[in-house]
Every structure is written in structure tokens, then in C-alpha cells.
């Protein structure tokens, strides 16, 4: 089972910025697709920003241009760089892998790492 630990969230003004870490367990940034999710009260986890092995990223519209997924394989760590922050990005931030059957694989999800956007 691999391990996730989230970080960085907090309470941030409408415009602000914030960095999410995320450390696992093993060496898995360089051998598989990972992402950053985020979950809203009373809604669903998605999927928000994604990085391949190969460094290739992806985002959904409403953070396309304000966030930025990133890897550092040596320490076992992914960011998530987020600016020109909005009340509608508050929602507890998750990492994990970033398709369904590794997720599955991994066995677990971390704690999460709450971010409010709030003036």
C-alpha cells in the first residue's frame, strides 16, 4: 500500500496563492500518472490537474492557467501551484494516482490538505 501525505492548504484571501505538497512512500512520480483532486462540501472528489511519468500535464478549464502541477522525483514529492485563487477553489485537496486502476492499486487515500479561499 502506498502512502500519501498531503500538505500546504490553509486559509488564503480571493487572489492569493498556495503550494500543496505531496509525499509518498515509494518512488512512484517517475513510474506513474499522478494528480491532484479536490473535493468541495456535498460534492464530488475530481480530478484537477495531472502530470504523466513522462512530465506531461493536464488541467481542468476552471483552474487551466492558475494552477500548476510539478514533480521533484528525487524527493518522492509533487506540487500543486495555485494563484490567482477563487472562494469556488475551497475544498479539500487530495494527491494520488491519476487514473482509477492505480488508484485501486495504491489501496489508500491521504488525510487531504484543506484550502479556503475566503476574504
Known amino acids: 500500500q502506498v502512502q500519501l501525505v498531503e500538505s500546504g492548504g490553509g486559509l488564503v484571501q480571493p487572489g492569493g496563492s498556495l503550494r500543496l505538497s505531496c509525499t509518498a512512500s515509494?518512488?512512484?512520480?517517475?513510474?506513474?500518472?499522478m494528480g491532484w483532486y479536490r473535493q468541495a462540501p456535498g460534492k464530488q472528489r475530481v480530478l484537477v490537474a495531472a502530470?504523466?511519468?513522462?512530465?506531461?500535464?493536464s488541467y481542468v478549464d476552471s483552474v487551466k492557467g492558475r494552477f500548476t502541477i510539478s514533480r521533484n522525483n528525487s524527493k518522492n514529492t509533487m506540487y500543486l501551484q495555485m494563484n490567482s485563487l477563487k472562494p469556488e477553489d475551497t475544498a479539500v485537496y487530495y494527491c494520488?494516482?491519476?487514473?482509477?486502476?492505480?488508484?485501486?492499486?495504491?489501496?489508500?487515500w491521504g488525510q487531504g490538505t484543506q484550502v479556503t479561499v475566503s476574504s
Open positions: 502530470i504523466t511519468s513522462g512530465g506531461s500535464t
Open positions: 515509494g518512488n512512484i512520480f517517475s513510474i506513474y500518472a
Open positions: 494520488n494516482a491519476a487514473d482509477v486502476n492505480t488508484v485501486v492499486k495504491f489501496g489508500s
